[in-house]
T-cell receptor, first 120, second 112 residues
Framework: GAGVSQTPSNKVTEKGKYVELRCDPI?????LYWYRQSLGQGPEFLIY????????DSGLPNDRFFAVRPEGSVSTLKIQRTERGDSAVYLCASSPRGDRATSGRSDTQYFGPGTRLTVL | KNQVEQSPQSLIILEGKNCTLQCNYTVSPFSNLRWYKQDTGRGPVSLTIMTFSENTKSNGRYTATLDADTKQSSLHITASQLSDSASYIC???????????FGKGTRLHILP
């Protein structure tokens, strides 16, 4: 498939544990975004990568959250010492060039299906 | 404060009927506005995008309007189908730093 994929689709963990969520963006897309979505809410921005570097990590709620994209394609969102409040759907999106295209219009973001994280 | 407010929070209509969803924003300076459709258990999918100079944009049975003066947008769905049941999210980009602000969405239920 040519879309954004995320694994696992569901993750259940215990409070205090460490989890990793993976995102495979569309091939060739330089921009990658992570969002968190709680039930009945819109996606909440976490972090944005342009290539290998985090261009904007202002949405990460605290230092328990960290994300990497070492080769500019696959990204991993890492959550340490999980808390029950971390339970949500974690969405990943990618776009061809990033927030600003040559026309001044932001690129369309293509979302993955999300990973549903449940912290017991 | 940069906000995106959507109404109604949820909406139930019969199949075949039309409906209009509203989005009001205070994001400034404005770059563009998108409407996304999010099916249950799926990621959002872009329906339309409009910049400052565009007043209306259609995508099949979906028509989005934008009034940049009043900072309001609407998404009109014509002849609704059961597959239109989803959340519709309004997303506004800020021109200064390309920040993207999501609304909470309108949950639309189409009944047969």
């Amino acid at each position: 498939g040519a879309g954004v994929s995320q694994t696992p689709s569901n993750k259940v963990t215990e409070k205090g544990k460490y989890v990793e969520l993976r995102c495979d963006p569309i091939s060739g897309h330089t921009a990658l975004y992570w969002y968190r979505q709680s039930l009945g809410q819109g996606p909440e921005f976490l972090i944005y990568f342009q290539g290998t570097g985090a261009a904007d990590d202002s949405g990460l709620p605290n230092d328990r959250f960290f994300a990497v994209r070492p080769e500019g394609s696959v990204s991993t969102l890492k959550i340490q010492r999980t808390e029950r409040g971390d339970s949500a759907v974690y969405l990943c999106a990618s776009s061809p060039r990033g927030d600003r295209a040559t026309s001044g219009r932001s690129d369309t973001q293509y979302f993955g299906p999300g990973t549903r994280l449940t912290v017991l | 404060k940069n906000q995106v407010e959507q109404s109604p929070q949820s909406l139930i209509i019969l199949e075949g009927k039309n409906c209009t969803l509203q989005c009001n924003y205070t994001v400034s300076p404005f770059s563009n506005l998108r409407w996304y459709k999010q099916d249950t258990g799926r990621g959002p999918v872009s329906l339309t995008i409009m910049t400052f100079s565009e007043n209306t944009k259609s995508n099949g049975r979906y028509t989005a309007t934008l009034d940049a003066d009043t900072k309001q947008s609407s998404l009109h769905i014509t002849a609704s189908q059961l597959s239109d049941s989803a959340s519709y999210i309004c997303v506004v980009s800020r021109n200064r730093d390309d920040k993207i602000i999501f609304g909470k969405g309108t949950r639309l239920h189409i009944l047969p």
